[in-house]
């Protein structure tokens, strides 16, 4: 049986790598730049043709990638590619999942429409479901999703000393009590009340041991930052040990990472988005969710159902 062809998009040569080798996978080129008019070059150098291919693109800054990205895998089926998957570590145009007010674009939902007419079967990292149940409410096309929660249990317990896991509001309490379950520690939240992108205000409700031991702030995304700094300028207040900030996605929009390390958090985030943060690797689950997309022979069927 071939092997999959692993391809990574721009800035995705690392993790595409890296999934190649756990996988036993071959590792595949692509050339991609822009012309001086913006519009995308696009060319493969490794032949796709009959190939199981797997691209590899982290969609922060998701303007920039998306339509290179819809290009790479119209052309790997024009040049007979048996079947096209995409290895998204962070998956964006999850925020928007209703109109709020009359005549705003679903973009969660335009986006899944999209990335399932043009690929066969998509992997990701924790996407922000909030009021989805799962990614098959927007997207037609077999999923796995890799659940962040356990490597940053393990992560705590490798690197923080009593540690207490605080949540950014009551919305994240279920997934942050995970954390906390399997890292032995207790857990609190904050109240959140957001007046927009950037004007996000906090308060705290019972925290105990703050003085006894460290805050770990767990979130999965980072992206403004406001969220975090506040939570940081709080804690402080009431006399809380140098914390420790932990994501799953470092988003890290208007350079919020160096705004909370100024703050005196000590910042980790995986590498679902490259970053000198990064901590924890979801590789491995990444790889082995591929793999049983690649190998299950229901999944297969739907494949080729979908093709």
């Given amino acids: 049986m071939t092997a999959p062809l692993v391809i990574a998009m721009p800035s995705n040569e690392a993790m595409a790598e890296a999934i190649a080798r756990e996988i036993a996978a071959d590792l595949g080129k692509i050339e991609v730049h822009a012309f001086p008019d913006g519009e995308t070059y696009l060319r493969f150098l490794t032949i796709v043709s009959d190939r199981n291919l797997a691209l590899v693109c982290t969609l922060d800054r998701p303007n920039d990638k998306i339509l290179p990205l819809l290009f ?139 003085t006894k031991r460290t805050p770990v702030l767990v979130d999965d995304i980072i992206s403004s930052g406001r969220t975090m700094i506040e939570a940081l300028r709080l804690l402080k207040a009431r006399g809380a040990k140098s914390p420790v900030c932990v994501a799953v996605h470092g988003v890290f929009a208007d350079q919020s990472d160096e705004v909370v390390t100024q703050a005196g958090a000590h910042l980790v985030t995986s590498n679902s988005i490259p970053h000198e ?20 022979p229901s999944e297969n069927s739907i494949l080729k159902t979908y093709r």
Avoid at 76 to 103: N, S
Avoid at 125 to 151: M, N
Avoid at 280 to 296: G, Q
């Fill in 72 to 210: 790479a895998a119209a052309t790997a089926r024009e040049l007979g590619a048996a079947h096209v998957g995409l290895v998204a570590p962070y998956l964006a145009y999850m925020r928007q999942d209703r109109r709020f007010k009359p005549g705003e674009a679903v973009t969660s939902r335009q986006v899944g429409r999209f990335l399932s007419d043009a690929f066969d079967w998509l992997v990701t990292v924790d996407p922000h479901l909030h009021r989805y149940g799962s990614l098959a409410d927007i997207y037609r096309i077999p999923t796995r999703v890799v659940h962040a929660a356990p490597l940053i249990s393990h992560w705590i317990n490798q690197n923080v000393s009593n540690p207490l896991i605080v949540g950014p509001d009551s919305e994240s309490e279920q997934w942050v009590s995970a954390v906390a379950k399997d890292a032995g520690a207790p857990y609190g939240v904050l109240e959140k009340i957001r007046h927009g992108d950037r004007n996000v205000e906090i308060s705290i409700r019972a925290l105990h041991d703050l």
């Fill in 277 to 296: 943060s990064n901590g924890i690797d979801v590789t491995e689950p990444l790889a082995n969710s591929m793999k049983e997309l690649l190998s299950s």
